[in-house]
C-alpha cells in the first residue's frame, strides 16, 4: 500500500510512503483506490531487475494501458525519485520517431555508400511486393520500418505473408528500424555487409 503520509506498518499489509502524491498517480480497479500505471512502473522500476521493467512496459502496451505522455508528466515532476533514471532510459524506445519513411530511406543509403557497399535498387518488385532496398544480385532486401506503418494487426498479418512470399521467391530480407539506425548506424551497416557477404556464398 502507498501513502502520501507515513503510516504505522500493518502485518502482512507493507506500507509505501511516497511524497509528492497527486490525483494522477491515483486510479481504481473495482472500486478500491489503486496507484496509477505510470506511477507503479516508476515504483516498480526502483526493484526491478534486468528486463523486467522493459517486459512491464510492454506488457502495459500490449494491454492498450501505456501512454507515453502521462509517463512524461509524472517524470517531470518526480526528477528525485531513484527510479527516475530507470524508467526515462526504459521510455526511450517509445519517443516521437526521428525519421519518417524517406529520411530513414537517405539515411540508410547514405552509410551504405559510406561503407563501400554496392549500391542497392529502391522501389524494386518482387512477387507483387515492393522493396524498400534491393540488392539484385544476391536477392537480398531491407526493409526499413517505423512503428506508424506497422502498428495495426492487418499490417501484421501483411508483413508475416509478405516475407512469405519472397522467401518462395529465393529472397532474404531483414529489417532495420529507425530506432535502431539512430541508435548503431555502424553495426547495423557491418551486418548488412556480413549478411550481403553470405548470400554470395562466403560463409
Not at 499489509?13 to 505510470?38: K, N, Q, S
Not at 494501458?65 to 526504459?90: M, N, S
Amino acid at each position: 500500500m502507498t501513502t502520501p503520509v507515513p503510516r504505522k506498518a500493518r502485518p502482512p499489509i507493507a506500507i509505501h510512503h511516497a511524497r509528492g502524491l497527486t490525483a494522477g498517480d491515483r486510479g481504481f480497479e473495482e472500486g478500491i483506490a489503486v496507484t496509477a500505471l505510470p506511477r507503479t512502473l516508476l515504483d516498480f522500476a526502483a526493484g526491478a531487475r534486468g528486463s523486467q521493467l522493459d517486459r512491464a512496459i510492454e506488457r502495459a502496451e500490449e494491454l492498450r494501458l501505456f501512454d507515453l505522455r502521462e509517463v512524461k508528466a509524472l517524470l517531470d515532476r518526480t526528477t528525485g525519485h531513484p527510479a527516475h533514471g530507470c524508467l526515462l532510459r526504459a521510455i526511450e524506445l517509445y519517443r516521437e520517431p526521428v525519421f519518417t519513411r524517406s529520411d530513414l530511406e537517405r539515411r540508410f543509403l547514405a552509410l551504405v555508400q559510406r561503407a563501400g557497399l554496392p549500391r542497392p535498387a529502391t522501389g524494386f518488385n518482387v512477387a507483387g511486393h515492393e522493396l524498400d532496398v534491393y540488392w539484385v544480385r544476391e536477392r537480398f532486401a531491407v526493409e526499413l520500418d517505423v512503428f506508424e506503418t506497422h502498428g495495426t494487426r492487418a499490417a501484421f498479418e501483411r508483413d508475416r505473408l509478405r516475407q512469405e512470399d519472397l522467401m518462395l521467391e529465393g529472397v532474404e530480407m531483414d529489417r532495420v528500424t529507425g530506432k535502431r539506425l539512430e541508435r548503431e548506424p555502424d553495426r547495423v551497416v557491418e551486418r548488412i555487409a556480413r549478411l550481403l557477404e553470405q548470400r554470395r556464398g562466403g560463409r
